[in-house]
């Protein structure tokens, strides 16, 4: 059963009631700094198990909260609903957040984050070598960054889609032009690092969510942006991912593409998973097109040195070809 619009005098007031309680208001103030899972806010509010399941539980059927099974955790975030989101800054904005009980659970909540980031960091410590040895066979990744960063420009825009998102970098590297983002990963591990890396860039407006690149558990249409960078390698079926962002894309909305071009390092597919060993420039824009995207552009990174060894990273962008006329109305532009 769905809850009532938060702009109705009935979800108005569920809302209320939801709130309206002491550990679940310090909940939804803990949950409007950062997503957490019932352990966590066991450990922040030192209460049983069941009872933070239950405060959940009136939370999430009145709407205020969201949970996202991620493997065999589940984390809890504040809806997404602008209506909800609003209401519950209103209600912070109104609460003297020097009160001793709420600054003990900011305490309590910078310690359980330091303590994901370092569980984070150990198991990036483990694995930063596979890392490394990759990056080191193309150009920097400042440089990969920049391109990106030019190829999309300076306008912002409401919403942002990272698939595969990894450690969250680029998450972290268009944050000064969306509104809201979402990440999604096949890995709990990653996401571990990602929200430990989006904490320590001061990151509010993102989240990340244990997804299928192939299956979205997201609405159609609801994203400006969509970034699949340096994941198609590891696909057996690129296309399939192609055509699944292009569906979360607004009318007139961009999809970019970075990935390897088409090279003959065999190691990479031995030591470290990949599928394919590059992609030609047809082989995207046929991708692209078959999703009923228009390519836009597509820029080469040439290779860090001359000779063989090395990797060029190529860059495709594609819009939706479809604008906006009226409130749920588009055309081919």
């Excluded at 490394?132 to 150009?139: A, G, W, Y």
């Excluded at 430990?196 to 509010?204: K, P, Q, S, W, Y």
């Excluded at 970075?258 to 190691?267: C, K, N, Q, S």
């Amino acid at each position: 059963m769905l809850a009532p619009s938060p702009r109705s005098p009935e979800g108005l007031l569920a809302v209320l009631r939801a709130v309206g309680e002491p550990t679940r208001l310090r909940i939804v103030m803990l949950l409007l700094a950062s997503e957490l899972t019932v352990k966590d806010l066991t450990t922040i509010l030192g209460q049983s198990q069941p009872r933070i399941s239950r405060h959940l539980k009136l939370l999430a059927e009145a709407g205020v909260v969201h949970r996202h099974p991620e493997g065999a955790w589940v984390y809890y975030r504040l809806a997404d609903e602008a209506g909800t989101l609003r209401l519950v800054q209103a209600l912070a904005e109104s609460l003297d957040m020097a009160d001793p009980e709420l600054a003990h659970d900011r305490e309590r909540l910078a310690a359980v984050k330091r303590a994901h980031a370092e569980a984070a960091a150990r198991y990036f410590a483990e694995h930063a070598a596979e890392w490394d040895e990759i990056r080191s066979l193309h150009v920097a990744e400042d440089a990969v960054e920049a391109a990106m960063l030019k190829v999309i420009g300076n306008r912002p825009f409401q919403s942002f889609l990272d698939l595969g998102t990894g450690t969250g970098r680029i998450l972290v590297l268009f944050h000064p032009l969306y509104e809201r983002a979402v990440g999604i990963d096949a890995s709990a591990d990653m996401l571990a690092i990602a929200r430990a890396n989006l904490d320590r860039a001061g990151v509010t407006n993102a989240q990340v969510r244990l997804g299928d690149i192939f299956h979205l558990a997201l609405p159609r249409e609801s994203f400006d942006v969509v970034a699949i960078h340096q994941v198609l390698h590891f696909l057996d079926e690129p296309g399939r991912a192609i055509a699944e962002a292009a569906r979360a894309l607004r009318p007139g909305g961009r999809l970019l593409v970075v990935d390897f071009a088409p090279h003959e390092l065999e190691f990479l597919r031995d030591k470290h998973a990949h599928r394919r060993l590059g992609f030609t420039h047809a082989a995207v824009r046929q991708w692209m097109e078959a999703a009923g995207l228009t390519v836009e552009r597509i820029d080469d990174l040439p290779p860090r040195r001359k000779g063989g060894g090395t990797l060029t990273v190529t860059l495709w962008l594609a819009r939706d070809p479809r604008i906006v006329v009226t409130a749920g109305e588009s055309r081919i532009a």
